[in-house]
T-cell receptor, first 112, second 119 residues
Framework: AQSVAQPEDQVNVAEGNPLTVKCTYS??????LFWYVQYPNRGLQFLLK??????LVKGSYGFEAEFNKSQTSFHLKKPSALVSDSALYFC??????????FGTGTRLLVSP | DSGVTQTPKHLITATGQRVTLRCSPR?????VYWYQQSLDQGLQFLIQ???????AKGNILERFSAQQFPDLHSELNLSSLELGDSALYFC??????????????????FGEGSRLTVL
């Protein structure tokens, strides 16, 4: 069965510094990998996805993610964090055109 | 705005009661998914419908049921409610008509959720 792990419940970073939110996955076959963000009292919003191709995927709001097959990881990154990036971030995996399986989420807190 | 509409936004009810949550997917999307988000369980997939038919089932209790109607809106029915059913219930949609199942790479569009409180 497919699964994702987000090892950090919370990530703290100062505004202007680079940020990384970690995700590792387990799936049989080729993974479809996603990052979503959830702001307080809102639904999840799609950030980016990896299907095939370049290992570095660029998404919304300046976020990018690096797919590493050998390490089964799909870490979310941003070169310079903003206070407004503070939110709950979910990594998700899909075996293809079916339901997404989400990780437990990582709360990102960007301090001014 | 994702284009997915969920009603009601908030619902407070008592144990043993039954509630219905409604979801209108993005215009033309054929697939509807229901997720439950709670503090202790995280985001759990409940069930998926595609063009009116059940496509995949997750951790959905037997007390819960769902359906997708010909106009593609969906309803999630929760019965014999327990305190532990208090959660945020999300609906998501994907796969516009004209797309194929194999071309659906899984990007979901979420509504803002229905917050259920069982007292």
């Amino acid at each position: 069965a497919q699964s994702v792990a987000q090892p950090e419940d919370q990530v703290n970073v100062a505004e202007g510094n680079p940020l990384t939110v970690k995700c590792t996955y387990s799936v049989s076959g080729n993974p479809y990998l996603f990052w979503y963000v959830q702001y307080p009292n809102r639904g999840l919003q799609f950030l980016l996805k990896y299907i095939t191709g370049d290992n570095l995927v660029k998404g919304s709001y300046g976020f990018e993610a690096e797919f590493n097959k050998s390490q089964t990881s799909f870490h979310l990154k941003k070169p310079s964090a903003l206070v407004s990036d503070s939110a709950l971030y979910f990594c998700a995996v899909s075996p293809g055109f079916q339901k997404l399986v989400f990780g437990t989420g990582t709360r990102l807190l960007v301090s001014p | 705005d994702s284009g997915v509409t969920q009603t009601p936004k908030h619902l407070i009810t008592a144990t043993g009661q039954r509630v219905t949550l409604r979801c209108s997917p993005r215009s033309g999307d054929l697939s509807v998914y229901w997720y439950q988000q709670s503090l202790d369980q995280g985001l759990q997939f409940l069930i998926q419908y595609y063009n009116g038919e059940e496509r995949a089932k997750g951790n959905i209790l037997e007390r819960f049921s769902a359906q997708q109607f010909p106009d593609l809106h969906s309803e999630l029915n929760l019965s014999s409610l327990e305190l532990g059913d208090s959660a945020l219930y999300f609906c998501a949609s994907s796969l516009p008509s004209g797309g194929t199942v194999s071309s659906n790479t899984g990007e979901l569009f979420f509504g803002e959720g229905s917050r259920l409180t069982v007292l």
